[in-house]
């Protein structure tokens, strides 16, 4: 997690070598989201830009008929 206050706002920059598409995007997004949202706060700031980088996006087999 990179945190960078730009023009009074919090932004966060998350880097993940590996996501899981169906199980962990999701929730890693709210997550990260909700922690940009708190440090805000704290720094008495406003929330800016949140950017998710990935090196590996994937979806293991045994998740794909739930998508169909």
């Not at 945190?3 to 169906?22: A, E, H, P, Q």
Request: aromatic content about 14%; proline content about 1%.
């Amino acid at each position: 997690m990179h945190f960078m206050i730009r023009d009074f706002k919090l932004d966060l920059t998350v880097y993940m070598r590996s996501n899981d598409l169906w199980l962990g995007f999701p929730y890693d997004i709210m997550n990260f989201t909700t922690i940009q949202q708190l440090v805000a706060e704290m720094l008495e700031c406003k929330v800016g830009k949140y950017t998710h980088v990935i090196g590996s996006m994937h979806m293991y087999a045994g998740d794909v008929y739930k998508i169909e």
